[in-house]
């Protein structure tokens, strides 16, 4: 029983230490809307396939765990991503909009020359 106690007390330390991380970059996020095309990120940055031929194989990338992405009109890339820890992807949105212009409203986190989005909304 003490060991459960203390496991459970090292657990709750560890939580109550990562949440001012996650309130830090909540706050270090810019506020922006951008107009972009939903791509998957792997056939776009490897193979440069784009359009509305590759819409089914960016969905079935999608299915298989390929990342969407967003690049906006002056090409630079935004990954979605979740404040939300476990499984949940900052992009199961965008894959009815795999290959097409969306507008995005969000937070922009940008680290290490990687730009991420915590998306809002999104319409077409």
Known sequence: MFKFALTALALSF???AAQPASAQQAAESTPITLTATVVDLSCNTVYGLAGDDHRMCSQMCFDQGIPLALL???GTL???VTMAMGTERGDKDL???AE???TVTGRVISRGGLNTILIESIRM
Do not use: M, S
């Open 78 to 80: 935004y990954l979605p």
């Open 100 to 102: 097409h212009t969306v």
């Open 95 to 97: 894959r009815g909009h």
């Open 14 to 16: 560890i939580v109550l």
């Open 72 to 74: 906006a009109e002056d």
